[in-house]
């Protein structure tokens, strides 16, 4: 069965630290891995994209990487701001079937002043 | 450009009683989706269609119909609701490289 498994749960860190939130998977064929931002109240919204050749990717103060052979991603926020203050979910992408998108739980990511 | 509209954004309900949520998008995107989002857990996918006159379902079909009658717009329907369909329900179309948008998300609470 595919999952993908988020880590820590919840997250709280003070305005202007750094953060790394973590994703593995077990999906397959895999595809690509997407980093969404979920804000409270609100849909979620791309943040990045990681295909199976590529290892890092930023987005301004977002940095993903993928490993692709131990099935693991991560995020790492650089210099937080208050408004980094959502949850984070991982998405992973299976080859050939338009369902085949599976969910992490997300991690709530709380910045303090 | 508006992207994905859900209607309503709020409703109540009592058990037994039916309700329709509407999900409209303008970026003529074939494939749409149906989730339910509960605390602790992911987003689960209820129903999906691959394009105009198609649905399929999805990990947790139960007690969920859908329409897709038009390529814009993705009906989900509940004939008779029950507390367990207690859940914030998100809507979202996708690219063909398998970017997802989202749209606000429907509160739904049955009593």
């Known amino acids: 069965k595919n999952q993908v498994e988020q880590s820590p749960q919840s997250l709280i860190i003070l305005e202007g630290k750094n953060c790394t939130l973590q994703?593995?998977?077990?999906?397959?064929?895999?595809?690509?891995l997407r980093w969404y931002k979920q804000d409270t109240g609100r849909g979620p919204v791309s943040l990045t994209i990681m295909t199976f050749s590529e290892n890092t990717k930023s987005n301004g103060r977002y940095t993903a990487t993928l490993d692709a052979d131990t099935k693991q991603s991560s995020l790492h926020i650089t210099a937080s701001q208050l408004s980094d203050s959502a949850s984070y979910i991982c998405v992973v992408s299976a080859a050939g079937s338009a369902r085949q998108l599976t969910f992490g739980s997300g991690t709530q990511l709380t910045v303090l002043p | 450009n508006a992207g994905v509209t859900q209607t309503p954004k709020f409703r109540v309900l009592k058990t037994g009683q039916s309700m329709t949520l509407l999900c409209a998008q303008d970026?003529?995107?074939?494939?749409m989706y149906w989730y339910r989002q509960d605390p602790g857990m992911g987003l689960r996918l209820i129903h999906y269609?691959?394009?105009?006159?198609?649905?399929a379902k999805g990990e947790v079909p139960d007690g969920y119909n859908v329409s897709r009658l038009k390529k814009q717009n993705f009906l989900l329907g509940l004939e008779s609701a029950a507390p367990s369909q207690t859940s914030v329900y998100f809507c979202a179309s996708r690219t063909g490289s398998g970017e997802l948008f989202f749209g606000e998300g429907s509160r739904l609470t049955v009593l």
């Open positions: 970026m003529n995107h074939e494939y």
């Open positions: 994703c593995n998977y077990t999906v397959s064929p895999f595809s690509n």
């Open positions: 269609s691959v394009g105009e006159g198609t649905t």
